[in-house]
């Protein structure tokens, strides 16, 4: 966490990138917001529909309690904007946009961990992890020896979402029926952002090694990417202004990413919790109440981003990979 006194503005790394059609002021905004510090908390969602129901994630508070009792549970998350929750309130750190509601915390709580540090943040990449990311220390120095149970989610920031997805907004302003942004990251024959997924692996690789050496007692959970796009490869261009065609191809770019996350959890002696199975239905072409991705920044979470009802069901998902 930043040293108190530090301005809450995003570093670089973090920053907000919207985008709209060039020289248009009528149409909505679109924010494409990969690694930002999130602004302050805006609204409670308790009394919101998504909340009205009772989550998975209380009913399975009595389960672990027995667990408990047999081993304390000392507790490390790690990752970027997908874990760290902008925008959701209630927002505790403003620089790595993270909420007291994200997935992480809301596990912490239901396990009834004896100690507890999220360290995720926004922006964060592979090299975040040994590395400072500005002023913020290496995620992996939160971890101890007595360390039980890490969530690691990472690996997007890695593959410059962001720039991924403002470029094909940019592009599909030119050409909305075509799939003019898979054009342009495969041109010659060469699948750009498959090679960067397949670059990011041997990082992902060393990071889940060096927590290892950290905390040879923790189990490792490694968290993939929910579904951001509808699974049937259907558009929204009224919500999100990407070209027809490319909807489905950001899709198998994202399923490639987690497959190899996946690849590496397994390779690795980690456990690859997946929670784009889960989403499916809940991405950001569906409507408020529905959705687990906002389109924009709204009063639910930062754009582009997952929602307290999408970390609610993120952490389902590690829950159930605990209870295996």
């Known amino acids: 966490m930043p040293p108190s006194g530090q301005s809450a503005t995003p570093p670089p790394g973090r920053r907000i990138l919207r985008t709209a059609p060039p ?80 997935y992480p915390a809301l596990v912490a709580r239901t ?13 964060a990449a592979t090299s975040h992890m040994a590395n400072p990311q500005e002023s913020v220390p290496p995620q992996l120095d939160a971890l101890r020896p007595d360390t039980t149970l890490v ?27 075509g799939s003019p942004c898979k054009q342009s990251y495969t041109l010659f024959g060469t699948d750009e952002i498959g090679s960067r997924v397949n670059a990011t692996a041997p990082k992902i690789e060393a990071v889940l090694k060096e927590i290892r050496v950290r905390s040879p007692k923790a189990k490792v959970l490694l968290v993939g990417y929910p579904a951001l796009f509808p699974d049937d490869g259907t558009a929204c261009r009224e919500t999100v202004a990407l070209a027809k065609g490319d909807f489905p191809w950001i899709r198998d770019k994202e399923k490639h990413l987690n497959a190899m996350l996946a690849q590496q959890a397994g390779l690795q002696g980690a456990t690859y919790v997946d929670t784009y199975g889960p989403s499916i ?44």
């Open 23 to 102: 020289g248009g002021t009528g149409a909505p905004r679109r924010a494409v917001r990969a690694g930002v510090a999130a602004a302050a908390a805006v609204a409670v969602l308790a009394g919101t529909a998504a909340g009205a129901a009772a989550s998975p994630v209380a009913e399975r508070s009595a389960g672990h309690a027995s667990a408990r009792a047999a081993e304390e549970v000392h507790y490390v998350a790690l990752g970027d904007s997908f874990s760290a929750g902008p925008g959701i309130p209630e927002q505790t750190d403003a620089v790595c946009g993270r909420s007291s509601n994200n």
């Open 111 to 123: 396990v009834g961990a004896a100690s507890f540090t999220d360290v995720t943040c926004s922006g």
């Open 151 to 177: 969530t690691l989610g990472i690996g997007g920031n890695d593959l410059d979402l962001v720039g991924v997805i403002t470029r094909c907004v940019l592009l599909g302003y030119v050409a909305p029926y």
């Open 281 to 324: 239905g809940h991405d950001v072409c569906k409507p408020a109440g529905v959705r687990w991705i906002e389109p924009e920044d709204t009063a639910e979470a930062a754009g582009f981003h997952p929602n307290a009802a999408g970390h609610r069901s993120a952490a389902d998902a590690v829950l159930a990979s605990l209870s295996r």
